[in-house]
């Protein structure tokens, strides 16, 4: 792409319904990058991420992938050019055991990780191989979800509140393993309340507001926003 990037949105419109959600997001993600939208309650970026995995029925403007457009494309063209969603909710299958979950999704390019590698990246789930989805602690949901759109073959990684509702420990383990995809050449795109947590391991933020991009800035410039970002998130 003209600009580097992996990723670009341009003037990304998005509609549940009769509801317009996204009015206009603009930002990019350039490979191997580690980038995190921050923004309150509603500020529309779940629905950015979704739109991006052309899960939003009704959208327009631009988001062009490794140089190609995809606005128009079905989530399943969209997931066979490489780009890969972890939703909030985990997804998890809680009748299906762990090698069951984590082989559900097809595999749709080479390049992916074998179960070997995900099982090194994660040791808890090699333990619980056998085990049902329902019997799996939070943090180990969540490692399955990740885990399992690694084999993919994705290149685009969007993990949308990874650290939601994990205990400290666990949430140091996920952020541990973002920086290992990231030496990897994963290129990974985060929604995250927890900013201190994502100053660590993203590169740069954008912060949404009522369904746009309002700011943006490097993590390395994180303590001079501080008290703009903290206005930004009312916190
Ligand atoms: P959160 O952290 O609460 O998920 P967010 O920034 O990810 O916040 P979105 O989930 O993208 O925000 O929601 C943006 C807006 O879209 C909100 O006003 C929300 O109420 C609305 N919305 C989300 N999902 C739907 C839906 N399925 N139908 C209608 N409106 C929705």
């Not at 399943?76 to 998890?92: F, H, K």
């Not at 040791?123 to 399955?144: H, V």
């Not at 952020?175 to 927890?194: H, M, W, Y």
């Amino acid at each position: 792409a003209a600009n580097g990037a992996l990723l670009t949105v341009a003037g990304l419109e998005a509609w549940y319904g009769e509801s317009h959600i996204l009015h206009g997001v603009d930002f990019h993600v350039r490979p191997g990058e580690v980038v995190t939208l921050l923004g309150r309650n509603g500020a529309g970026k779940t629905t950015t991420l979704k739109s991006v995995m052309g899960m939003i029925g009704k959208r327009s403007g631009s988001i062009r992938f490794d140089g190609a457009e995809t606005i128009r494309l079905t989530s399943d063209r969209i997931a066979r050019a490489g780009i890969a969603l972890c939703p909030e909710e985990r997804g998890i299958f809680a009748s299906l055991d762990v090698k069951e979950n984590l082989t559900l999704p097809p595999v749709v390019r080479p390049g992916g990780l074998s179960l070997d590698q995900i099982f090194e990246l994660f040791p808890n789930l090699k333990e619980r191989l056998g085990s049902q989805g329902t019997k799996l602690s939070g943090g180990e949901q969540q490692m399955l979800a990740i885990g399992r759109i690694l084999r993919t073959g994705a290149r685009l990684l969007m993990l949308d509140e990874p650290t939601e509702g994990l205990a400290p420990v666990i949430i140091q383990q996920i952020g541990r393993t973002i920086a290992r995809l990231k030496q990897s050449g994963f290129t990974i795109l985060l929604v995250e309340q927890n900013f201190r947590w994502a100053s660590k391991v993203a590169d740069r933020f954008y912060v949404m507001e009522h369904g746009r991009v309002v700011d943006g800035f490097a993590s390395a410039d994180l303590e001079a926003n501080k008290q703009k970002l903290q206005d930004y998130l009312g916190v």
